[in-house]
């Protein structure tokens, strides 16, 4: 049974940082696509990061671009979201995905595992 588990969210001021952690377990996703995804409150949950392939190519939502950094780690079949500058307009709850097949992917209709979400607050 594939799982897939997050961590490292809480409550932070503006400006702050926080790093996610989601580590998956019951089947190792290296070269496969894994990302995070994010829905605030009365909001549809989007697309934030994803990285994939042998080299680990990062992809970002704009609003993002230049603030967080997503990183895996194939030996620990764990991905990382490195959240910096965080504005109140981030605060979420943060998704991990993960797809069985290869191929970059922004859709989370693309990803077929997830966790159960980590709440990430910012305060003005």
């Known amino acids: 049974q594939v799982r897939l588990v997050e961590s490292g969210g809480g409550l932070v001021q503006t400006g702050g940082s926080l790093r996610l952690s989601c580590v998956a377990s019951g089947r190792t996703f290296s070269g496969y696509p894994m990302g995070w995804f994010r829905q605030a409150p009365g909001k549809e949950r989007e697309f934030v990061a994803t990285i994939v392939g042998t080299f680990s190519i990062p992809r970002y939502t704009d609003s993002v671009k230049g603030r967080f950094t997503i990183s895996r780690d194939n030996a620990k079949n764990t991905v990382y979201l490195q959240m910096s500058s965080l504005k109140p307009e981030d605060t979420a709850v943060y998704y991990c995905?993960?797809?069985?097949?290869?191929?970059?992917?922004?859709?989370?209709?693309?990803?077929?595992?997830w966790g159960q979400g980590t709440q990430v607050t910012v305060s003005s």
């Open positions: 995905a993960a797809a069985g097949s290869p191929g970059s992917r922004t859709s989370q209709y693309e990803y077929d595992y």
